[in-house]
């Protein structure tokens, strides 16, 4: 069993600019969402948090996650591991165009189980994720780079 994901393809960037002692960080890829930090670090920070957010906010409502844009040299944010598996798991359910009913049935869960699968607040194990994948016949392959 493989766990992790290659994050690189769902790192955004992030328009950074200053005003006053305040930096602003925005997420051009969400329709101009917005956090700011007392400095460039803090913002990031709040970046990724609210990469975070939008992404459960638009999973919850059945809304698109648009792939990330060029870096065009910018900073970029990512997804936790752990979101991004269910991202894709996401995106592999969808394309399989099965009902989370079904893919229940398929697990031996409920469908209320599965669909914390998709939540991006609740910490499913690796494992159940894993397991998912496989049952729509995808491979989990943790890759790992350095920074």
């Known amino acids: ?3 992790g994901i290659a994050q690189a ?3 955004y960037p992030v328009m950074l600019s200053r005003e006053g002692k ?3 960080a925005r997420l051009p890829d969400f329709d101009d969402s917005m956090t700011q930090g007392k400095s460039r670090a803090a913002a990031l920070d709040m970046a990724a948090d609210l990469l975070e957010t939008v992404v459960s906010h638009r999973i919850a409502a059945g809304l698109p996650v ?3 844009s060029a870096t065009r040299g910018r900073p970029l944010v990512q997804l936790s591991t752990l979101s991004a598996a269910k991202l894709h798991l996401r995106d592999a ?3 399989a165009g099965i009902s989370q009913a079904a893919l229940a049935r398929r697990l031996g869960q409920t469908p209320q189980q ?3 699968l ?3 607040r609740h910490r499913s194990a690796m494992a159940q994720i894993d397991q998912a ?3 729509l016949n995808r491979q989990i392959v943790v890759q790992v780079k350095a920074t």
């Open 133 to 135: 994948m496989r049952t």
């Open 1 to 3: 069993m493989s766990f």
């Open 93 to 95: 359910f969808t394309a």
């Open 66 to 68: 648009p792939r990330p």
């Open 22 to 24: 305040t930096w602003l």
């Open 118 to 120: 998709f939540d991006l």
């Open 9 to 11: 393809s769902l790192a």
């Open 114 to 116: 599965v669909g914390r």
